[in-house]
């Protein structure tokens, strides 16, 4: 699978971040090019929500829907 990826942390809210994802990628159906998956990750460090979105831009303009741009986090570092 390519295309550029993101997690939130299970305190983040996950029903904001659904809703998110698919009102975007429904929102931008005819620009979709490539893969948009959102997905529930449990490992060491506790559940994550994981979004992949088929490029850099599609990413960018959903983190930049999802939080205003004070509140935005780094999302450059990794949850690991």
Known sequence: MSG????FRAEDDADQIRAAFYGFVGAHAADVDGDAHISTEIDTQGPKLRVRLWSA??????LRGLYAAAERPDRRACYE
């Open 4 to 7: 550029f990826e993101t997690r």
């Open 57 to 62: 831009e599609a990413m960018d303009a959903f």
